[in-house]
């Protein structure tokens, strides 16, 4: 497509482009750079914000766009494909509406911060027809598919058991200076941060959570006194690796009531089993996965370009032994390791011709109902509950690629 576009007159090429909308144009508008470029496929033709400021960013950064402050006016505005950017918790309400209006819509993981709310949205696409893309961008994060590479070629054989340890380095910059901080928003940062690695553990294992359970806690932020509003600033504003150790963060937001360290337990569908560790205030940041089969573990090292994925497929005797393959992890233009622009590219090839994507809503469902499930039992003593299934009919239409009906 783009190389046919290429070779075309301006004019048709200007007339093949997506007309692209994005509602919130906060943290995540970045993402607009690898959607607006006219006369190769898609434009950002109009960009919604209640915000003040996100109206005035979005004015500066695509000065071509229409601004608005009203979901009415980009609903009614004829595009064809959205963004919802939002906050979280916001993500049905905005969602809901542009795919009944027949606009194809990318949300931004996690669905929302309640399972209710991300049942709403892939019923709306459903009964709508319209097309549905979650932004799950570790999907096409090099350490991500390189270690579905290598669990997808049998080198360690039928996968048993995942691992995972998230040092959040940044926590306290990232998550405890505004509505990130804060349960009505976020539900946990178990939910709101780990539903990447919950839907990755779930794409390395092969199946979904069907029963978990967790343990957490609010260790270190909770008892910072110094507060601030910072409803006028944004994370960029704050940020510094200065910052540090996180008992003299300042500033903090008014309202803290979600944990800095969690740790969850998931039975899978498949019989696999799966951990999760979450922690807010460490020095580093970086998350490791091990996954162990029956012939074999990996491990990586760091995960980013020219970090490791080690694999051992040998029995040794005691002790650290080297592995038998180290395999470089890859480097990619754009966010997180060439995710973002990957992520875009799928998203706008998927809303103009459809077809199967690396992304799934089932999946991004299921990420939902474990984070959910696992923030409940955190605070009603750490029992194991069960994940409620999605319908059916839901599962098969999205599985089968959203076909047309």
């Not at 209006?101 to 209710?116: S, Y």
Request: charged share 20%; with cysteine; hydrophobic share 40%.
């Amino acid at each position: 497509m783009t190389d046919l576009l290429a070779e075309a007159p301006e004019y048709a090429r200007k007339t093949t482009d997506l007309r692209v909308g994005i509602v919130g144009f906060g943290l995540r508008a970045s993402l607009w750079r690898h959607v607006h470029k006219p006369g190769a496929g898609s434009e950002v033709v109009m960009v919604c914000d209640i915000s003040e400021r996100g109206r005035k960013d979005a004015a500066e950064k695509i000065p071509t766009a229409t601004i608005t402050s009203s979901l009415d006016e980009l609903l009614g505005a004829g595009l064809d494909a959205v963004l919802v950017l939002t906050p979280d918790n916001r993500h049905a309400e905005i969602a809901v509406q542009t795919l009944k209006a027949g606009i194809a819509t990318f949300c931004e993981k996690p669905l929302d911060v309640t399972l209710e709310a991300a049942d709403a949205i892939l019923t709306a696409a459903y009964t709508s027809g319209t097309r549905l893309y979650v932004g799950h961008n570790m999907r096409h994060m090099p350490v991500v598919v390189q270690m579905r590479e290598l669990i997808q070629a049998g080198t360690i054989g039928e996968v048993k058991a995942v691992w995972c340890r998230h040092f959040v380095g940044n926590g306290g910059d990232y998550y405890f200076k505004d509505w990130h901080a804060e349960r009505a928003n976020t539900t946990s940062l178990l939910l709101q941060k780990g539903a990447h690695d919950i839907d990755v553990i779930h794409w390395l294992a092969g199946g979904y959570s069907k029963r978990v359970s967790a343990i957490g806690d609010l260790a270190v932020y909770g008892s910072i006194t110094n507060r601030r509003d910072n409803s006028d600033r944004r994370m960029g504003d704050w940020f510094s690796l200065e910052n540090w150790p996180p008992t003299e963060q300042t500033e903090l937001n008014p309202v803290i009531d979600v944990e800095d360290i969690s740790m969850m337990q998931m039975v899978l569908d498949n019989g696999a089993l799966a951990s999760y560790q979450q922690c807010h205030f460490t020095p580093d940041y970086w998350r490791n996965y091990t996954v162990i089969g029956t012939k074999g573990r990996i491990e990586n090292f760091g995960d980013g370009p020219g970090d490791f994925i080690h694999v051992w497929t040998t029995r040794s005797q005691g002790g650290f032994v080297e592995p038998d393959q180290k395999v470089e992890i890859k480097d990619g233009d754009g966010g997180h390791g060439g995710a973002d622009p990957l992520l875009i590219a799928e998203f706008l090839r998927f809303a103009r011709d459809g077809g199967a994507t690396a992304t799934s809503p089932v999946a991004a469902r299921a990420s939902v109902a474990a984070g959910v499930l696992a923030a409940q039992s955190l605070r009603s003593g750490g029992g194991a509950l069960n994940v409620p299934d999605l319908p059916a009919e839901l599962i098969a239409y999205f599985d089968a690629g959203q076909p047309a009906r």
